[in-house]
Every structure is written in C-alpha cells, then in structure tokens.
T-cell receptor
Framework: DVKVTQSSRYLVKRTGEKVFLECVQD?????MFWYRQDPGLGLRLIYF???????EKGDIPEGYSVSREKKERFSLILESASTNQTSMYLC?????????????FGAGTRLSVL | AQSVTQPDIHITVSEGASLELRCNYS??????LFWYVQSPGQGLQLLLK??????LVQGIKGFEAEFKRSQSSFNLRKPSVHWSDAAEYFC????????????FGDGTTLTVKP
C-alpha cells in the first residue's frame, strides 16, 4: 500500500513564525502536491512538484513556498505565518504523468495560527 | 479549462436508505473520473474510478457510480447507507498534465440519521 505520511496531525503556531509542514511518501512517486482545505471551499492546490527540485505554483501560492530536495519528501513552508493560514493542509502524491493518476493522500495537518 | 461541480453541499439520509451524490464535470476530452471519501479528521481515500468501458463502475464499501457522457455526470450511489458512511465526498476529474493533477469538486458532506 502507498503510504503518505505528514509529520504532524496538529500544529499551533504564532503569527510571524516560520512554519514547516513535512510530507513523505514511500512508493517512489514522481509527483507530490500540497492542498489546503477550508469549509465550503473544497481543496485548493497550493504547490506541486513533478520531479526533485522542480515545483510549480498551484491556485493559491501566495504566502507559501515549497522544497523538494529528495524524491520522497515534499515540504511546505509558511515564511511568516498569518492567522488566515489557519487551515487543514493535505499532502498527496501520484505515480506519473497523465490523467489516470490516482491521488494518494496523507491524513492531513491541522494548523492553527494564533 | 476543466471543472467539477457538486451541486449538493450537504445531504442527510437515514440509515438504510439509498444515496445518490451528484457530480457534473466540464472537460474537453475523454474524462477520467474519480470519487474520493474523507472521513472526519482524515485524508482522502479513493472510492472508485472511471477510465473507459462499462459506464457503471463498482468501488469499495458498496459504492457504485455511473458515467453518463450525454449529461456530463458521474453520480455516486449506494443502495443502503450505513452510519459509518458519514463523511465528505469529493468528485474529481484527472487532467492530462505532466504531474497527474486532478481537479476536485467542492465536496458533499453526508450526514446519516439513525
């Protein structure tokens, strides 16, 4: 079974802190994604990566950056956390290219910024 | 651009009753369609997928979905709902990009009454 592991289930941070959310997948998948999920807004894509050191902006990249130094690990970085970044963050991975890719999700990190 | 619409934000059904969750998509080419389920506090898990062939597809947990090209729909059904089916359900269409992205609907929350 594919496993996507997010390092924290719950995080509480203060405004202005630099925050790292970590995601690791164990199936040698090419692509990794970061979404945020808010009530009534569904899943919104923040960033994705289709190869090591390669990244592309999603629909809402502002205030976020990402890092993919190794194939299995994809980090989401909040450079200076703000209260409007309080949300559920979901990491996902897919094996390769094309439209038939199933997305495999982690359990999510619920971030609260105070 | 592709899009997915789930017209029902919230549905309540009684345990043992039948269920149908609606999904409409907009996509220029042959769509690759997915339904995912998210239990409370968890990530998303694949329920079923449609790529080609028989337009009625079976998934896990007793769910099925029917692809209707003429209606641009991919509705999810279950003949008899169990209390454990209470969750949020997402319809998605795969996009033919280099990263295997999917476009998700906003989700439908299912509540099951005893």
């Amino acid at each position: 079974d594919v496993k996507v592991t997010q390092s924290s289930r719950y995080l509480v941070k203060r405004t202005g802190e630099k925050v790292f959310l970590e995601c690791v997948q164990d199936m040698d998948h090419e692509n990794m994604f970061w979404y945020r999920q808010d009530p009534g807004l569904g899943l919104r894509l923040i960033y994705f990566s289709y190869d090591v050191k390669m990244k592309e902006k999603g629909d809402i990249p502002e205030g976020y950056s990402v890092s993919r130094e190794k194939k299995e690990r994809f980090s989401l970085i909040l450079e200076s956390a703000s209260t409007n970044q309080t949300s559920m963050y979901l990491c996902a991975s897919t094996p390769g290219q094309g439209a038939k890719n199933i997305q495999y999700f982690g359990a999510g990190t619920r971030l609260s910024v105070l | 651009a592709q899009s997915v619409t789930q017209p029902d934000i919230h549905i309540t059904v009684s345990e043992g009753a039948s269920l149908e969750l609606r999904c409409n998509y907009s996509y220029g080419a042959t769509p690759y369609l997915f339904w995912y389920v998210q239990s409370p506090g968890q990530g998303l898990q694949l329920l079923l997928k449609y790529f080609s062939g028989d337009t009625l597809v079976q998934g896990i947990k007793g769910f099925e979905a029917e692809f209707k090209r003429s209606q641009s729909s991919f509705n999810l059904r279950k003949p008899s709902v169990h209390w454990s089916d209470a969750a949020e359900y997402f319809c998605a269409v795969g996009t033919n990009t280099n990263a295997g992205k999917s476009t998700f609907g906003d989700g439908t929350t299912l509540t099951v009454k005893p």
